[in-house]
């Protein structure tokens, strides 16, 4: 995979790699590329470890890089990923969460790498999107949940 004009490089401790092969089981359109290893002993790590990971997200290229502990991840970086239905929005939650992540609010989860995730319906995006009452009632029905629940937004959005 050749490197992309923008790509977005984000920082791990150490597991750059295994984060990337998750996002590529667990996302459709996401893939894993070159793996480069470090030519020499560097701070905190030696020469031939992984250094970094190109790897896709739902197309978007993006590159792991494990720089050690000096940075960590935060909600100001987040994959925000459109869901269809429920279905679709239990499988993405169920992985992340089930993989050591942790929940948090209005459809965000963190996965084990402290990476920040918005599993987002379109029911809701689009009920955002239309404004007035709508958006109102969505985005109340919205503040009181975790995971998104699908059929609370439609309830909420119909009155």
């Known amino acids: 995979m050749a490197m992309k004009k923008n790509t ?11 984060a990337a092969h998750f996002y590529a089981r667990t996302f459709p359109g996401s893939t894993v590329g070159a793996v480069h290893r470090a030519p020499a002993d560097f701070p905190g790590g030696r020469a031939g470890q992984v250094l970094t ?9 993006c590159m792991g890089l494990n720089g050690g502990p000096a940075f960590k991840q935060s909600e100001a970086f987040s994959f925000q990923i459109a869901t269809e239905d429920q279905t679709e929005t239990d499988r993405y939650w169920n992985a992340i969460v089930g993989n050591s992540g942790t929940e948090s609010a209005c459809g965000w989860c963190k996965d084990k790498w402290g990476v920040s995730w918005q599993i ?38 119909n009155g």
């Open 53 to 61: 990971v190109e790897f896709t997200v739902c197309g978007i290229p």
């Open 120 to 157: 987002t319906p379109r029911v809701l995006t689009d009920a955002m999107a239309q404004g007035g009452d709508v958006a109102k009632r969505a985005f109340a029905a919205m503040m009181e949940m975790g995971k998104i629940d699908v059929a609370k937004i439609t309830a909420a959005i």
């Open 8 to 18: 977005i490089c984000l920082w791990y401790e150490r597991d750059a790699e295994e």
